[in-house]
C-alpha cells in the first residue's frame, strides 16, 4: 500500500535529475555555441582571409587576360581562382577543427598573430608556392621561440610573450595535418582547369605548358589559453573543461600551390605530387605526436617538413624543367594543347594531349596543313585521332557555315609571336 507514494517520489527526483543534466548539457552547447560565433567572429576580422580573396579574383583576372593574349580565346571564367579558394578547403577545416578540438591542442595567441603575418606576406609578394604549411609553420614557431627567448619590447596591442616550449611543440601537430590537408587539396583541386599557354624554350622554339595558380582558404578553429586573452582585455568569452580554461578563434589558414607542366599532361604530374606530399604529411605527424614524450621530436618534426618541402618542390621542378617539351610541332601529328568548351571539337571528345594524325583524310603536321585540309569540306571533319594510350580512333562531325574556322582546337601555331620564355 506504501509502495505508491514512495514510487512517486522516486519517479519525481528521477526526472529531477534528468532535469538537470538536460539544463546542464544545454548550457555547455549555449556556451560552445557563443565561443564558436566570437571565435569566427575573429576569422573574419583576420587581414588574411581579404587578401587571399583579392589576390584569388587578380588571379583569375590576370589568367583570362593571359589566355586571350596567347590563344585568342578565354577559355575559363576568372572566377575558377575564387571557387578554388572557397572549396574543398572549407570542408577540410572543419574535420581539421573537430580533430583538433577533441585531441585538445592548443596554440599561443601571439602564435596566430606570426603565421598570420607570414601568411599575408606570402600573399602580398605573390610567391603562392611559399604558401604551405611545411614552410610557415617552421618559421613561426622559430620566430616565437626567439621572441620567448630574448623577450623584446612589443607593443601594447600584441598579447604577451608567455609561452612554454612544449606549446610552441604542439603547433608541430597543426603543421603536420595541414600539411596532409595541402596534399589532398592538391590532389582534388590542383590539376583541375588548368590553364594552358604557349612558352619560349631556351632553343627559341615554341612550346605548349599547363600552368597552375591556386589559393585554398582552410579555417581552423584553434583553442587558445585564455591567459593571453584576460591580458587583453579580459572581455572574450571562455570554456572551462576540468581545471583548464580555453577560448575558440578561427584563422583562415591559406595554403598555395603553383606549378608548369611542360612534358606531360598535369595530371599525372600533380596526382604524384600529392602523394609525397602526405606522405611527408603523416611522417612529420608522427614526430610531432611522439615529442609528447620526447621534447627534441618537437624539433625533428619542425626540421623535416621544412627541408622535405623544399627537396619535393625542387625535386618537380627539375623533373617538369629537364623532361623535354611534349606539346610541340611533330612531324606526323599536331599535339591538341587545350579544347575551347562549347565547340564542335569539344563535342566531338576530342582531349588535349591527343594527337591529330589527319583531317578528311590528309595528314597534317602544321597548322596550315591543318586548316588546309578542313577547307577540302566545308560541311563535314572527320579526323584520325591518337589518344592517350597510342590507340587510333576517328571521330567526325557536320559543320555549320563557317565552323571550319571555328573547330575549337588550340594547337602549337606556326605564326611567330613573342611568348614568356620557360618558367617551369
Known sequence: MLNGPFLYIRDYHYLQNKYRCWKGRVRKMNEWVQEAGYGALQGV??????AAIIAAVIAGFLRVKRERKDLRAGLLSWSVELKSLLGYGLLAGVILSVIMITVGIEVPLIWIYIISALMALGILTWQFRALTPALLMPLAAG?????????PPMPSWLPAIEVS?????LTGIVMGLLIFAEGLLIRLNASKHSSPRFIQTPRGLKAGAFFTKRLWLV???LLVP????EAMGGWWPAMTVGSTSWSLIAVPF???????????????????????????????????????WAPYLFIAAFVIA??????LALKLRAICRHSGYYFMNKNHGIIVVAVIPGTPADKMGIGRGEMVQKVNGVSVNNERDFYGALQKNRAHCKLEVLNHQGEIRYVQRA???GQHHQLGIIMVEDRMKQYSFDSA
Open 45 to 50: 576580422l583576420n587581414p588574411v582571409l581579404y
Open 143 to 151: 620566430i616565437l621561440y626567439i621572441l620567448s627567448v630574448t623577450e
Open 165 to 169: 616550449t612544449g606549446l610552441i611543440g
Open 219 to 221: 579555417p581552423l578553429f
Open 226 to 229: 585564455t591567459g593571453s586573452l
Open 254 to 292: 591559406v595554403i598555395g600551390f603553383q606549378l608548369t607542366v611542360v612534358h606531360d599532361l598535369p595530371e599525372p604530374i600533380i596526382r604524384h605530387a600529392s602523394q609525397e606530399v602526405m606522405w611527408l604529411s603523416a611522417f612529420v605527424t608522427m614526430l610531432a605526436v611522439a615529442g609528447f
Open 306 to 311: 621544412f627541408g622535405g618541402r623544399i627537396y
Open 399 to 401: 559543320l555549320h557555315e
